[in-house]
């Protein structure tokens, strides 16, 4: 049997989590004083995704970059690709909440769009 130890991030209470796993399936988790902590625990064991939060730059707008983040979470293996796919992205203002950034990126199937505005110059 394999154990593995987590810290949930699920909420400002970090529950120390203990997940018993036997080839690959977790037995049994323990630990977690909400149900989230569990599904929390269970995902990260066997398939970890992270929402990636950066910024983008912005043309001709009243700020230079906007900030931007993924729809949806993305396998964690892909992060630092989709940061990468992001470095060099270029938006020209106006900027609005939501609009889209960059879809399907790193191949994730996952779509980056705006949290922020930005007015013209």
Same mark, same amino acid.
């Given at each position: 049997?394999?154990? /593995? /130890? ?11 989590? *203990? ?5 690959? !399936? ?6 977690? *004083?909400?149900?989230?902590?569990? $599904?929390? =625990? ?6 970890? %995704?992270? *929402?990636? =939060? *950066?910024?983008? !730059? +912005? ?6 970059? +906007? ?5 949806? $979470?993305?396998?964690?293996?892909? &992060? ?20 889209? +950034?960059?879809?399907?990126? %790193?191949?994730?199937?996952?779509? +980056?769009? =705006?949290?922020?505005? &930005?007015?013209?110059?």
């Amino acid at each position: 049997m394999e154990i /593995k /130890k987590l810290i949930c991030i699920n909420c400002p209470m970090g529950c120390p989590l *203990t997940v018993e796993m036997e080839e690959s !399936k977790v037995i049994r988790v323990s630990g977690n *004083t909400c149900k989230r902590g569990e $599904d929390y =625990a269970r995902r990260e064991v066997t398939a970890p %995704a992270r *929402t990636v =939060a *950066t910024t983008v !730059k +912005v043309v001709n707008g009243k700020a230079g970059r +906007v900030s931007v983040k993924t729809r949806e $979470d993305i396998p964690k293996e892909k &992060v630092l690709a989709c940061v990468k796919a992001l470095k060099d992205v270029q938006m020209e203002a106006p900027v609005c909440i939501g609009d889209l +950034v960059a879809a399907d990126i %790193a191949g994730t199937g996952v779509d +980056v769009v =705006a949290t922020g505005n &930005v007015g013209e110059l």
